[in-house]
C-alpha cells in the first residue's frame, strides 16, 4: 500500500486537516466504491423521491395523478394490474363512455394522464410502506424504494367470494353486485340474489325495481325475519332455501342454479355482495382508522386519519362505480395539492 506522510505534503496541512480532506478519498478507494458511482446512488436518490406516490392506478388513481400532474406535482403511481372489474363486459351509467369496457376506459385514461411528464406510472406491487417524518418510504416487489411528501391509496377492494363452482368464473358478467351498473341490461329477466337476513330483504326490496322475477337464495336455514318475509312474498318474491352446488353458466352467462338436492333454477343473472379485504394491507401498516364495514375512514376531503395520507375508490365507499372513482380521485388530488401548498407557503 503506498505511504503517504502527513509533514511531507505540500501546503503543511495540519495532521487533522489532512485526515479531514483525504478521509473521504482513503474511505471511497478503500471501499471500492468509485466516486461516480457514489455521485449516481445520490442521483438515484433524487429520481426515487417524489411529491405524492398514488397506490393503485385503475380510476380513482388516474383521476388523482391527472389533477395532480397539472398542478406541476412529481407523481408516482405503483399499480399491480389487478382491478377489480377486469372480468365486466361492459361499464355503464358513466356518460360518456356507456357501454364502454372498463379496461379501455382506463388505458384511454392513463394515455392522457401520462403525456403529463410530472407523472411516472410503474407496473409493481407496493409491499410495505412507513413514516419517516412527514414523509413516506414505500418498498415494492422488485425491490425498489420510494419517497414523497403525500401517498394515496386507490387500490380498492378484494371480493372474498363464496366457495361455490361457478361464481369466481361468473362474477362481474352475470353474477354482479350492483344494478345501477348491470340492472338494465337483466331487467324483466329471471334474476336471482345471493344472500339472507336483513341483507337479503334490503336487496330483495331494492332489485325488484329492475325485474319482476326475483327469487332470493339463502343457501340454507332462512334467517329473514317473518314481517319481512311476508312483505317479500306479497310483492312475488320467492325464497329458496336449498343448498347451492353449482352454478350453471357458458363463458361467465348463467344458464341454472344447482342446487345439492339435485333441483334446479333457471336464471340470467345473480345478485351478491360477498364480504372483502383491502386490497393493500398498507393502510392498516401506517395505522389508517377503518369504518365497521372495513373501508378506509376518511373524511370529505379524501383524508384519512393519517397525516398525510389519503384514499379514493372502492377502499372508502360501498358505492362501487367507475363514475364514483373518478370523482374520488379527483377531490384527492386536489387535496393532496391543496395541502402541499399550505405547508411551503
Known amino acids: 500500500m503506498m505511504h503517504i506522510d502527513p509533514e511531507s505534503v505540500e501546503g503543511k496541512l495540519s495532521r487533522r486537516s489532512f485526515i479531514a480532506r483525504g478521509g473521504v478519498a482513503v474511505a471511497l478507494f478503500t471501499a471500492g466504491v468509485p466516486l461516480l458511482s457514489f455521485q449516481k446512488n445520490n442521483l ?11 397506490i393503485g392506478g385503475s380510476y380513482a388513481g388516474l383521476s388523482a ?19 377489480c372489474n377486469r372480468q365486466t363486459p361492459q361499464s355503464h351509467n358513466l356518460i360518456t363512455q356507456d357501454g ?12 392522457q394522464v401520462l403525456k403529463y411528464d410530472t407523472v411516472q406510472f410503474i407496473h409493481d406491487q407496493a409491499l410495505t410502506a412507513r413514516k419517516i417524518g412527514t414523509a413516506f418510504e414505500v418498498a415494492t416487489k422488485s425491490g ?7 401517498i394515496l391509496f386507490t387500490a380498492g377492494i378484494k371480493d372474498l367470494l ?12 352475470s353474477v354482479i353486485h350492483c344494478p345501477y351498473c348491470h340492472g338494465y341490461e337483466y331487467s324483466h329477466q329471471k334474476t336471482g340474489i345471493l344472500a339472507n337476513g336483513d341483507v337479503a330483504f334490503e336487496m330483495g326490496k331494492l332489485i325488484s325495481n329492475w325485474t319482476e322475477q326475483l327469487t332470493i337464495l339463502t343457501n340454507g336455514k332462512s334467517t329473514i325475519q317473518a314481517a319481512e318475509r311476508d312483505k317479500l312474498v306479497k310483492h312475488g318474491i320467492n325464497i329458496v332455501e336449498d343448498e347451492i352446488e353449482r352454478l350453471e353458466h357458458q363463458d361467465g352467462h348463467l344458464r341454472k342454479v344447482i342446487f345439492k338436492n339435485r333441483a334446479e333454477l333457471e336464471i340470467n343473472a345473480m345478485y351478491a355482495r360477498p364480504a372483502f379485504v383491502q386490497h393493500t394491507d ?22 384519512t386519519t393519517i397525516e398525510g395520507a389519503y384514499a379514493a375508490g372502492d377502499s372508502t365507499s360501498a358505492m362501487r362505480s367507475v363514475s364514483n372513482a373518478i370523482s374520488a380521485g379527483a377531490m384527492a ?12 407557503f
Open 333 to 344: 388530488g386536489a387535496m393532496i395539492n391543496r395541502e402541499l401548498i399550505e405547508e411551503r
Open 162 to 173: 363464496p366457495e361455490i363452482d361457478g361464481v369466481t368464473a361468473c362474477w362481474g358478467i
Open 282 to 303: 398498507i393502510p392498516e401498516m401506517l395505522n389508517c382508522e377503518f369504518t365497521e364495514q372495513g373501508h378506509i375512514k376518511v373524511d370529505a376531503f379524501q383524508k
Open 65 to 83: 395523478a391527472m389533477a395532480l400532474g397539472r398542478s406541476l406535482r412529481k407523481t408516482l403511481i405503483i399499480d399491480s394490474g389487478l382491478p
Open 44 to 54: 438515484m436518490t433524487e429520481q426515487n423521491t417524489y411529491d405524492v406516490i398514488i
Open 144 to 150: 425498489e424504494r420510494f419517497n414523497a411528501s403525500k
Open 100 to 111: 364502454v369496457p372498463p379496461a379501455e376506459i382506463a388505458a384511454i385514461a392513463k394515455g
